[in-house]
């Protein structure tokens, strides 16, 4: 599973923050790479692999 994320401002003039904000989730990389090449400014989204992702053979999510 990946998701596409968006870098949000957060904070005041004088002490920016940046976070990264979950926008969408999908199983496909390239479905939301291309949703992120068509953003305005691309460069403020990013598309991350899921801290779950793989299924063990016990059925449980295993931490990848």
Known sequence: MFALEYL???????CPQYRWKQFAVCGKRELLERIR???????????????????GPDGLKRIA
Do not use: D, M
């Open 37 to 55: 090449s068509r953003q305005a400014h691309p460069e403020n989204w990013r598309v991350t692999r899921l801290a779950c992702e793989s299924i």
């Open 8 to 14: 949000q401002f957060q904070g005041i003039e004088h």
